[in-house]
């Protein structure tokens, strides 16, 4: 069992629910449909990433690259999530940033890296 890799899972995991919460509440009176659809799936995958690492920190016995795929997966959803939040919110205030475009596909390939060292891990 790895603590570290739990508390930052818990933590990612109680965030996505805060800002999920804001997005069908507070963000709904200035988003449109889809700006909250992708509001949404930024939820998701934070969601999804951060019960991935509490399976992880509970199995971190099983794991060769626990650490590294701490990294990959906190980077991918700081950079794909919380890019995705960035892009929804400042699109419903007319001033997007749309510096923040070319970030999310490196978040997402970050993620992504996570999954496939899994796959190595195990390989």
């Known amino acids: 069992m790895n603590t570290t890799i739990i508390i930052v899972g818990a933590i990612f995991g109680a965030l996505s629910v805060i800002l999920g919460a804001f997005g069908a509440h ?16 930024g939820i998701k995958y934070q969601m999804y990433h951060a019960i991935l690492l509490i399976v ?31 892009l929804t919110i400042t699109s419903a205030l007319n001033k997007k940033w749309r510096i923040l475009g070319p970030i999310t596909p490196i ?10 060292s899994i796959i190595i891990n195990f390989i």
Do not use: P, R
């Open 26 to 41: 507070a963000f709904k009176k200035f988003m449109n449909e889809e700006q909250l659809k992708n509001y949404e799936t």
């Open 56 to 86: 992880i920190g509970f199995n971190a016995d099983l794991f060769q690259n626990a650490q590294i795929i701490l990294i990959l997966l906190s980077l991918g959803i700081l950079l794909f999530s919380f890019s995705i939040y960035g």
């Open 107 to 116: 978040g997402g390939l970050l993620l992504v890296s996570g999954w496939l």
